[in-house]
């Protein structure tokens, strides 16, 4: 979808924000990619963030998953704003194995206060094969 931004500078405050997540540096998460409602978010495998079978476990696809979301809806939000999560679900399709996953958010309903968010979470050299879906609720909130 075409979506028109109401700041100017939301790439940039993408960025800045992000840096400032400090699970998203203790995981190796990086942004990708950032445009008007759209945010992907790359995260390489690690095995210090597997589960018993040496998958990346479900948290960690689910905080990527979340990130992605917040950030998407945070382009289409006004200045001097930020974002919160008020509600996600999230389905696991396929184990998390390959070498890196992008977790592609894309904003589906932008609203004033609640915007609709959905994320698909893909295995990278896997021809990106769908592993996960999440669709999000976030919430703008001033900066205080």
Do not use: W
């Amino acid at each position: 979808m075409n979506f028109k931004p109401r700041n100017p500078n939301f790439a940039t405050e993408v960025h800045d924000s992000f840096s400032r997540q400090h699970a998203m540096t203790l995981i190796g998460a990086e942004v990708i990619r950032v445009e008007p409602g759209e945010v992907d978010i790359a995260l390489p495998y690690r095995s210090d963030l597997t589960q018993q079978d040496g998958f990346i476990h479900a948290g960690i696809i689910a905080t990527v998953a979340d990130s992605a979301c917040g950030y998407a809806a945070f382009t289409l939000m006004p200045p001097n704003s930020n974002v919160l999560a008020v509600e996600f679900k999230l389905n696991l399709l396929r184990p998390a194995k390959g070498s890196r996953f992008v977790a592609a958010a894309s904003v589906l309903k932008p609203g004033r206060t609640l915007t609709v968010v959905r994320t698909d979470v893909f295995a990278e050299e896997r021809n990106g094969e769908l592993i996960a879906t999440m669709v999000g609720t976030m919430m703008c909130l001033p900066r205080t």
